[in-house]
């Protein structure tokens, strides 16, 4: 049976089908003094400089950027964010929804690490109009001259928007199937797929989120340090504020990385109110790891009502190790909320958020790298599940869909799976985008989907989420991705248990930088691991031959399979996507052309 139903007011004619946009001059005339959006800008001081926005003045500022982008744009022409993540970031955003630009949220080009994505993406967009700002500007001209992309028909710097233009905008009618945005997905080796999320999209997947997160909590505020340009962060803190006139607090993502401390702190700066925040995995490990005594005493995290873990594999350590961490300043058991989501459902999915300690399961492996969960009790069983009990993986629940429907199916019957069996994860629901822009073949393979036994649900269309899962007690597990899938001896096995254990084999192995894949083989498919190496441990007294016996032991025992060849990397060495998720595509890549930077090779170079 499918997880999840529609919202009945995000059905035709329901209440629910005007545009998220027209909300904010709603707000504007219900609560105009209220705050909408504040930004903390380190950089103007250390202890994080809060500039606000209200409705009023957001929704002023907002139809002047409309207005000035009109005058460089046609409707429907796109609009290219390529400014730090300030205050001025969101009126852009909210400016081309209002003026039926499609904005393409990006980044400056100073910021590292990215700049294969932005070439992409700004290449695959042909965007009319560059959105910057002045000190952004050096950056962006030596983008246009650096790359062979367009350029643009005019630049627009935000902050030098005269919000006088808003007496200017004259609203029109804004299509609930008309686009909003190109959500660029943060693929790592494929062209750049751009998510055509609709103005219906959008809010929709607001009015799902906080159904999700429990909404009937008073004075509920957002605060975030997520990117603008990724699903997650724009949905959290752009579009959750609008549905109910609330409060976004956020900073950026560089602030974040500088000092994670800081997200815990604008969090307890809020004590009266519901605090709901995001964050993929990473972060909270990150923050965790950062949690001195000294830090913690100041900390009041009793408001924090939902932390959101999503965008990348939920680690069971995590979720302890942050819980742990932050216990002594209030954190809340049951604040802990995995979900599920990815950019072809705008973002959210499931989540968890019931206010109770996430849901986890231990599983035998064996079974379930044939398709099928069986649960192994802790300390219990007989000698077949005390012997299974040494090949346990741990599974964390991702809650339940709200205001849409999830099937867990069979990707070549296109028949829905029962609970307890493994299947592709598809996604039926207003949430779920149209297609990717300009590119109908992958369109159609990924949000085509048909059942071939509907039952009760609809035939489709549906979105195939690339990802396999198990249903369990009516409650979503996410089990891996489907082209990361290793497959040995007709065996499937799921990367990101291979990684585990390899970083827990030997202390050289840097936590959370192994990727784990396979090559071809004659007969069967063959793993190769590629890990890097962690710098706490000299490399002086690194014995790499020791590391390597180490790794390839671990998982002929855990996995009862061989490593074809393991490779151990300087630190970075391992290609990540823009939400932190291993790109174990990108690294596989990378190690067959050979350009990976290896531990080997350095300490051969230093004699």
Request: hydrophobic share 40%; aromatic share 6%; proline share 7%.
């Amino acid at each position: 049976m499918a997880l999840g139903s529609l919202l009945p007011e995000l059905r035709p004619g329901g209440p629910g089908r005007t545009p998220l946009i027209e909300r904010v001059a709603r707000w504007a005339r219900e609560k105009p003094d209220a705050p909408a959006f504040t930004f903390v800008d380190y950089s103007l001081d250390p202890s994080g400089a809060k500039l606000t926005l209200t409705w009023a003045e957001a929704d002023r500022r907002a139809r002047a950027m409309a207005a000035r982008l009109r005058q460089a744009a046609e409707p429907g022409e796109r609009a290219a964010l390529l400014l730090p993540q300030t205050l001025e970031y969101m009126m852009a955003m909210l400016g081309a929804m209002y003026g039926h630009v499609v904005a393409v949220p990006l980044f400056s080009p100073d910021l590292p690490g990215h700049a294969d994505r932005l070439i992409g993406a700004y290449g695959d967009s042909e965007p009319a109009v560059i959105v910057t700002t002045r000190s952004a500007l050096t950056h962006v001209e030596k983008f246009l001259a650096d790359h062979d992309v367009a350029e643009p028909r005019e630049i627009v710097f935000a902050e030098e928007v005269d919000p006088e233009l808003a007496a200017t905008w004259r609203d029109e009618p804004i299509g609930f199937d008309e686009l909003a945005y190109l959500q660029y997905t943060s693929g790592s080796t494929r062209r750049p797929a751009g998510v055509e999320i609709t103005h219906g999209n959008v809010t929709a997947n607001a009015a799902q989120l906080w159904a999700g997160w429990a909404p009937e909590k008073p004075d509920p505020e957002l605060v975030s340090w997520l990117p603008l340009f990724h699903d997650m962060g724009l949905i959290a803190t752009m579009a959750l504020p609008m549905v109910h006139g609330d409060h976004a607090i956020y900073t950026d993502p560089v602030s974040f990385i500088m000092n994670p401390m800081r997200w815990m702190e604008l969090i307890s700066e809020r004590p009266g109110k519901n605090v709901y925040t995001a964050g993929p995995n990473f972060a909270y490990e990150y923050a965790a790891s950062m949690a001195k005594p000294e830090r913690l005493a100041k900390l009041d995290l009793s408001g924090l009502t939902t932390c959101l873990n999503g965008a990348e594999p939920i680690r069971t350590s995590t979720l302890a190790m942050f819980a742990d961490a932050f216990a002594g300043a209030g954190l809340r058991p049951g604040a802990q909320a995995p979900g599920y989501g990815l950019a072809e459902a705008t973002v959210f999915v499931t989540a968890a958020a019931e206010d109770v300690p996430p849901k986890l399961i231990r599983v035998d492996r064996d079974a379930l790298t044939k398709g099928e969960l069986r649960l192994i009790e802790a300390g219990g069983g007989d000698e077949a599940d005390a012997g299974a009990a040494d090949r346990v993986s741990t599974l964390v629940s991702c809650g339940r869909p709200s205001g849409q429907l999830v099937a867990i199916v069979d990707p070549e019957t296109r028949l829905e799976q029962p609970d307890g069996h493994v299947g592709e994860i598809w996604v039926h629901g207003p949430n779920t985008a149209p297609g990717y822009w300009r590119n109908s073949e992958r369109s159609q393979d990924t949000f085509g989907g048909e059942l071939a036994e509907p039952g009760g649900l609809p035939a489709g269309p549906w979105m195939k989420t690339g990802d396999y899962g198990v249903v369990h007690e009516g409650e979503l597990y996410v089990t891996g991705r489907i082209k990361d899938l290793i497959i040995v001896d007709g065996r499937n096995h799921y990367p990101q248990d291979i990684e585990v254990t390899t970083q827990e084999s030997h202390e050289a192995v840097r936590s959370d930088h192994v990727a784990a894949f396979a090559l071809e083989g004659e007969e069967t498919e063959r793993l190769v691991v590629v890990a890097e190496r962690n710098r706490r441990v000299p490399l002086g007294r690194l014995d790499l031959d020791e590391v390597e016996s180490a790794v390839r032991g671990a998982i002929n025992i855990e996995h009862e399979m061989s490593v074809h060849d393991f490779v151990l990397i300087e630190p970075g060495g391992v290609s990540r996507t823009s939400s932190g998720k291993i790109a174990r595509a990108a690294t596989r890549q990378r190690y067959l052309d050979g350009t990976l930077s290896t531990t080997r090779a350095r300490l051969a170079s230093r004699g």
